[in-house]
C-alpha cells in the first residue's frame, strides 16, 4: 500500500477565492488523480497528472478552475479557483495500486464555500 | 457517455448475504472493480474483475457479465462495520505511462441491521 497525505483536510472557504490542496505520496508515481466527491454523491475524475507534463483533465473540467501542478514524482497540488458554493466537495488525490483496477487515495479535502 | 447505476440504498441483517448490482452503459473497459468507503473515509479497493465470471476475496465475491452489461458485488456473512458506501468502477486503459483511470458508478449505501 501507499500513504497519501493531503492538506487541508478540510476548510471553509469565502465565494470568490482560491484554494490550493496538496497531495504527498510516500514514493515515487508516474501518475497522480484527482477526483472530486460532492456530498452523499459518487467520484468524479477531474484530471489525470504526470510529472512534466500538463495535466490531462476530464469533460466538464477546465485548467483555469482547477490548475494543477506536479512538480515532482511525490507531490501535486490542485488549486480551486474562484470558487462558488458549488465547489464544496471532498477532493480526493490518488494513485494506482499494484494490483488491476485498483487505486490508493488520500483521505480527502473536504472544502466548504460560503 | 459512460454511466455505471447501481441501488441508491441497501438494506440486510447482520449474517445475511447481500449482493449489490451494478449496470453499465460503456465499453471499451478493461475491468470492474469495487470500492467501499466508510463515512467520512476514503475510498478502499475490494476487487477487480478482468474476466467474466466470479472472484472470491474472503467474505466478498464480485462478479462481471460483459454480454449483459452487468456486474455485481456479493457480500456473505453481513457485519455491522460492513456498513458503507461502495462503488463500481470500470477501468480505461491510459495510453502513455500505463496505470488505472477509473470512472466510478452512482454508489450503493449498505446498511446493516442487527
Known amino acids: 500500500s501507499a500513504v497519501i497525505s493531503q492538506k487541508p483536510s478540510r476548510d471553509i472557504c469565502q465565494r470568490g477565492t482560491s484554494l490550493t490542496i496538496q497531495c504527498q505520496v510516500d514514493?515515487?508515481?508516474?501518475?497522480m488523480f484527482w477526483y472530486r466527491q460532492q456530498p452523499g454523491q459518487s467520484l468524479t475524475l477531474i484530471a489525470t497528472?504526470?510529472?512534466?507534463?500538463?495535466?490531462?483533465?476530464e469533460s466538464g473540467f477546465v485548467i483555469d478552475k482547477f490548475p494543477i501542478s506536479r512538480p515532482n514524482l511525490t507531490f501535486s497540488t490542485l488549486t480551486v479557483s474562484n470558487m462558488s458554493p458549488e465547489d464544496s466537495s471532498i477532493y480526493l488525490c490518488?494513485?494506482?495500486?499494484?494490483?488491476?483496477?485498483?487505486?490508493?487515495f488520500g483521505e480527502g479535502s473536504r472544502l466548504t464555500v460560503l | 457517455g459512460q454511466s455505471l447505476e447501481q441501488p441508491s440504498e441497501v438494506t440486510a441483517v447482520e449474517g445475511a448475504i447481500v449482493q449489490i448490482n451494478c449496470t453499465y452503459q460503456?465499453?471499451?473497459?478493461?475491468?470492474l472493480s469495487w470500492y467501499q468507503q466508510h463515512d467520512g473515509g476514503a475510498p478502499t479497493f475490494l476487487s477487480y474483475?478482468?474476466?467474466?465470471g466470479l472472484e472470491e476475496t474472503g467474505r466478498f465475491s464480485s462478479f462481471l457479465s460483459r454480454s449483459d452489461s452487468y456486474g455485481y458485488l456479493l457480500l456473505q456473512e453481513l457485519q455491522m462495520k460492513d456498513s458503507a458506501s461502495y462503488f463500481c468502477?470500470?477501468?480505461?486503459?491510459?495510453?502513455?505511462?500505463?496505470?488505472?483511470?477509473?470512472?466510478f458508478g452512482t454508489g450503493t449505501q449498505l446498511k446493516v441491521e442487527l
Open positions: 490518488s494513485i494506482s495500486g499494484r494490483a488491476d483496477g485498483e487505486l490508493f
Open positions: 514514493s515515487q508515481v508516474t501518475m
Open positions: 497528472a504526470n510529472q512534466g507534463s500538463e495535466a490531462t483533465y
Open positions: 460503456t465499453s471499451g473497459f478493461y475491468g
Open positions: 474483475n478482468a474476466l467474466d
Open positions: 468502477a470500470v477501468r480505461f486503459p491510459i495510453l502513455t505511462g500505463g496505470g488505472n483511470k477509473l470512472t
